[in-house]
């Protein structure tokens, strides 16, 4: 302000009401879930939040990398030589799998401990819109691993001029979509309903892990000696989400798993029951807990 | 508008709550009017489960319950965006700094991005903790975190604040800051405050209005100047041979009970004199004098179960 | 009730009141380079003393040095003459009523304040047990387990189990947490029972209004250090740079006044309206020796006497600050 001749004026520093514009309350599910989002990627935090995470992003985003450089410099390679989309989620599944554990309980279990979780329902939000909001933001991160690789794979084939024709390309991105999406939501609603039975992070993160990997050595042996339905192989995880994957894109992979024995539908429904039941599992949890000490 | 046609800012009629088989509420009644309440009570008397159902975090089991227009199980929403809330516990993210807290919280109660950094700014300035703002909350003592749960609260401008034992762990100054900063909050930024405690001269020296809850039932309530009202009497404190001086007073007809050096006597025709005569003709020294309405304390102690 | 005869550790408590308990010389406590408390030397003799103190004064650990839990760095902490650190006899005469909740076991209060009596080793733990709950009003013969029974009453089977054993040190830390005035009121008039019993208790507490209530004797820590001990109206009266202001109501306020200026127990005053005079004074106590015989004298009704600044907040905030 500029001051005129006998114009001096105090300023008072009191206290000033807010008068302007407030959000929906819609508005605070989209703010918890970027700063989730941020937080679990080690955005806005200290160094070392962020190792895991670029770790973690590097080693799935390295073959579509590696692959394209090929693709670029090679120019006449055959494609077949390369990395199909098929054989991507297979390749990056552990790291996915780890990554899947950190990430649910950096987004549940540090809420609980530290008593933000109370602070939180105290505004306008619910349990369910909370859980929403979470849920989203898990999603999104998750599938920066599944779907983000294969996407760059298919934007920089294409502008590489290796990219499938241009009635193709459709297709294609609704299969990358399709399998990063269903292999980001399947995992996201394990991890985040292992997530909900424990404040500690490192607990939850081994918990994950477990349910994840040990199916895969157990399930065998009982169907293998124990005669059990080979429906259960639904239970390993890993090699359902790499199958699944397969089946989108329509490729046969060279080492199939036991997973290739069942039907689609049998497959697909499998997925969907356990996606299903992590969510219903996590929103039963979070029905019942104690916001308050 | 006069007082009496200001609707009031909580409105509760018969709440009640359980959990399992032990009653929390039993059907509480009770107004909590505009400007600075104390809701009082010891622990476990039903204070934070009232909150709770204010806040709607909780359901109640029956009754009914209003909260800024609005019912908290139905509407709880919209209403919490407009409440700051202090909870008992001490518990925060250790790692955000207070400033990235606060504007985080005052987003998240729906202010605009560049509003909640502006106002989580002046709220921590406000609170005292300006210099401190930048510095991550896990490594404040008791007192700072007390203060920044406090801005949190009051940093988007809501029309209600709700603090659960806002003095807990405060060393005698740090109290009275903090019961000072919560009367300015109330009196001069035109918020609404609830303020639960069991510390009786707390709430007596910064509450308008109380509402003493025990076993769950509201047992008093009224504004602190009706309270006062009442027939004055006297309280005494001397610096010797107080038990001589009450039975010099007894024996003259006057009501007196001892408590350690003070003497509290009921309102009585020359009681002035009589005391500073007595005083005189005992020789003893007069470290204080004055009119004794009814306290708190005196409220609490009669109605109480 | 406790035993007709105030005893501590089965021996009779015939020391007068006057004589120190509890003795502290030179207490210092580091832990590696972060000093808790720094050369305290203070002694506690019969009756209650408030601790008082900003948060990290070093309190909780000068507590538990006194009570034998930790062990001083330099200097030395005598209760009763003895160690309570290396001298197990001692510990029989020391009761702790700590902060935390501690984890309640499903017991019984009575069999729980008989457990602590058996470790003592009482002769009859049961018997004491029922005559100490009902020392802190509550009934020996309750079958309900601990879990079950209210913050305050916890908080009172706490105290019994520290006093079981009728020690001659009772140290509680904020023990009034929580209560409602009337269990408030009780806990403070036991205190002073035990106190008069010639028993040295020891209350650490950050709220002043109940400190106010448990008697004049305080302790104050600051930074590690002692910063003051005595008699708060005492302390008060050697606050010297800071002269007393009174402010008096009376019928007569310029007879008054002027009167006390005449005498010296005021070195100045100030009238305010037709009823009401305000007064510095440096001699506090001559001031409350004057003030009913010069009123008595000119025939003035003394309707209100109020030191101001003078209550223990004033004198904590003045010896904190400095």
């Not at chain 1, 992003?57 to 077949?80: G, R």
């Not at chain 2, 009367?183 to 509450?207: K, N, P, Y």
């Not at chain 3, 935390?100 to 003592?120: D, G, I, K, M, N």
Request: glycine share 10%; charged share 20%.
């Amino acid at each position: 302000m500029s001051a005129e001749p006998g114009g001096a004026r105090l300023f008072d520093l009191g206290y000033r009401s807010y008068e302007g514009a407030r959000e929906r309350p819609a508005r605070a599910m989209a703010t918890l879930a970027v700063f989730t989002a941020r937080r679990v990627l080690g955005l806005g935090r200290g160094g070392r939040h962020k190792v895991l995470p670029a770790i973690t992003l590097a080693i799935a985003y390295l073959p579509a990398l590696v692959s394209v450089a090929f693709a670029v410099i090679l120019e006449d390679l055959p494609v077949d030589d390369l990395i199909s989309y098929g054989d991507y989620a297979f390749i990056t599944g552990s790291a996915l799998a780890l990554f899947t554990a950190l990430i649910a309980p950096e987004a549940l279990c540090p809420d609980r401990r530290s008593g933000m979780l109370g602070l939180y329902l105290a505004g306008p939000l619910d349990r369910n819109r909370y859980l929403a909001a979470k849920g989203v933001a898990v999603f999104a991160v998750m599938l920066l691993i599944t779907a983000g690789p294969l996407l760059f794979m298919f934007v920089a084939f294409t502008v590489a001029g290796h990219g499938p024709s241009a009635g193709e390309s459709p297709g294609l991105l609704l299969r990358i979509l399709a399998s990063g999406g269903a292999t980001a939501l399947l995992y996201a609603s394990l991890s985040m309903a292992v997530a909900s039975f424990t404040t500690r992070r490192a607990a939850a993160a081994v918990a994950t892990v477990l349910l994840l990997f040990v199916p895969v050595s157990v399930v065998r042996s009982a169907i293998e000696s124990a005669g059990a339905p080979n429906a259960l192989d639904l239970l390993s995880f890993p090699f359902v989400v790499a199958d699944l994957s397969y089946r989108i894109f329509g490729e046969t992979p060279d080492d199939a798993s036991p997973v290739r024995e069942l039907s689609t539908g049998l497959v697909a429904g499998g997925v969907a029951a356990a996606i299903a039941a992590g969510i219903l599992v996590c929103w039963l949890r979070y029905r019942r807990l104690e916001a308050f000490r | 508008m006069p007082e009496s046609l200001i609707p009031p800012v909580i409105s509760a009629r018969g709440v009640v709550k359980r959990y399992g088989r032990t009653v929390a509420l039993a059907g509480l009644d009770a107004d909590i009017g505009p400007g600075i309440t104390g809701l009082l009570g010891s622990n476990g008397a039903g204070k934070t489960t009232f909150i709770s159902l204010a806040l709607g975090i909780r359901s109640r089991d029956g009754g009914t319950l209003e909260v800024l227009g609005h019912d908290p199980a139905v509407s709880g929403i919209q209403m919490r965006a407009r409440i700051g809330y202090a909870p008992e516990h001490h518990d925060l993210p250790s790692e955000l700094a207070a400033t990235d807290l606060v504007r985080h919280l005052a987003e998240m109660h729906l202010l605009p991005h560049r509003a909640a950094v502006q106002r989580a700014n002046d709220a921590l300035w406000l609170v005292g903790l300006g210099e401190e703002r930048f510095r991550p909350v896990g490594a404040m003592s008791t007192g700072q975190r007390q203060r920044v749960k406090l801005a949190s609260a009051i940093a988007h401008d809501p029309e209600l604040v709700l603090l659960d034992e806002p003095t807990d762990g405060l060393d005698p100054v740090q109290r009275t800051e903090m019961l000072d900063l919560i009367r300015r909050i109330g009196t001069e930024f035109g918020m609404h405050i609830v303020v639960s405690s069991h510390h009786l001269e707390e709430v007596e020296r910064i509450c308008d209005a109380v509402v003493i809850v025990e076993g769950g039932e509201v047992v008093h309530a009224g504004t602190l100047a009706d309270v006062r009202r009442g027939p004055e009497g006297l309280v005494v404190e001397v610096d010797d041979r107080a038990d001589e001086l009450a039975e010099i007073l007894t024996e003259r007809g006057y009501e007196v009970t001892v408590d350690g050096a003070t003497l509290r006597l009921g309102a009585a025709e020359g009681i002035h004199d009589a005391v500073r005569d007595a005083v005189a003709d005992l020789g003893i020294g007069l470290r204080r004098l004055g009119p004794r309405g009814r306290t708190l304390e005196d409220v609490y102690l009669g109605a109480g179960k | 009730m406790l035993a007709p005869v105030p005893t501590a550790g089965g021996v009779p408590l015939t020391a007068a009141p006057s004589e120190p308990r509890v003795v502290a010389e030179g207490v210092s406590k580091w832990f590696g380079a972060l000093v808790a408390v720094s050369d305290v030397s203070f002694d506690v003799g019969a009756g209650v003393t408030a601790l008082l103190g900003p948060n990290g004064a070093g309190k909780s650990t000068m507590l538990r040095m006194l009570c034998g839990l930790a062990r001083p760095s330099q200097g030395s902490v005598r209760v009763l003459g003895r160690d309570p650190r290396t001298d197990t006899g001692v510990t029989r005469l020391i009761g702790l009523v700590p902060q935390q909740e501690s984890v309640f076991e499903p017991l019984t209060a009575h069999r729980f304040v008989a457990l602590a009596a058996t470790l003592h080793g009482l002769p009859e733990p049961g018997a004491a047990a029922a005559r100490v709950l009902e020392t802190v009003d509550l009934d020996p013969t309750d079958p309900r387990k601990l879990p079950a029974y209210s913050k305050g009453m916890r908080q009172r089977v706490k105290l019994a189990q520290a006093i079981v054993h009728e020690p001659a040190l009772l140290v509680l830390d904020e023990p009034l947490t929580g209560l409602d005035p009337r269990q408030r009121a009780d806990m403070v008039a036991l205190f002073r029972r035990l106190g008069s019993e010639g028993r040295c208790v020891i209350v650490s507490s950050h709220v002043l209004d109940e400190v106010e209530r448990l008697g004049s004797q305080i302790l104050v820590m600051s930074q590690g250090r002692l910063a003051a001990a005595g008699d708060f109206h005492e302390l008060r009266a050697l606050m010297d740079d800071r002269p007393l202001r009174v402010r008096v109501r009376t019928d007569r306020p310029r007879e008054v006044a002027g009167a006390l200026l005449e005498g010296g127990a005021a070195v100045g005053v100030r009238l305010d309206g037709d009823d009401a005079f305000e007064l510095d004074t440096n001699d506090a106590r001559a001031l409350a020796h004057a003030l009913a015989p010069v009123a008595r004298d000119r025939g003035a009704r003394l309707f209100e006497v109020r030191p101001l600044d003078a209550d223990l907040e004033g004198v904590f905030r003045y010896v904190v600050e400095r």
